[in-house]
């Protein structure tokens, strides 16, 4: 109930470009919620001083002002900490990659197939990082690497399917028939600008495997 309320607050917000109180009215849902749910799609300025112009709305006006004014302040703190972080992340050593990538595939990765390397995930970088920890680490070819896809009916597949060939730099030939999810009546609608369905990639080697397996045990035995 509440993923769908939360749906149903983001497209106001995003589509119909109303404030916090006209949509706590619709969907009678506390303030401090709407906060959470919405803080990621402020009002523009002139939406703004639109509400300012509207006398029983300047309470408003000034809270969405507020709201951007904090948003600001947050990205700024965020992109000077984001800054400082990578100087000392592109310091780090191949060994420090290496024990990134096997993090990664301890959480995401396939550990059932004992011959199958595998790993899905939403995140375009996370796909992204993993190809080249296979190319760069494992020394995996890119070329024997395949990439399955997870959308939803009411995507745009061609684009969709372009956007991950883009993003994986792979062709036609080493994707699998996509899959399509129906989205039943009552569940949460995949939608959103940033939300490109899930991308698989997957590698058949059983040494790989058995190492990959093998170095996130060692890990896990010393640490």
Partial sequence: MKAKLRQVAVELRVRKRLSYSAIQRKLGVARSTLSY????HPLEEKEIAKLRRSTWLKGEASRE???????????????????????KIAKVKKESIFVAGLMLYLGEGDKKNRARVGLANTDPQVI?????????????????MHIELHLYENMNIEKEEKFWRKITGMPKNQYYKTQIKKIH?????????????TCSIIFNSVEKKREIMMAIKAFLDLY
């Fill in 37 to 40: 749910w919405l803080r990621e």
């Fill in 65 to 87: 002002r507020f709201r951007v004014s904090m948003r600001e302040k947050r990205e700024r703190t965020e992109e000077a900490m984001y800054h400082d972080q990578r100087k």
């Fill in 128 to 144: 992204q990082f993993f190809i080249k920890w296979l190319e760069d680490i494992l020394g995996v070819e890119k070329h024997k």
């Fill in 185 to 197: 009546s009552g569940s949460l609608a995949y939608q959103g600008q940033q939300r490109h369905g």
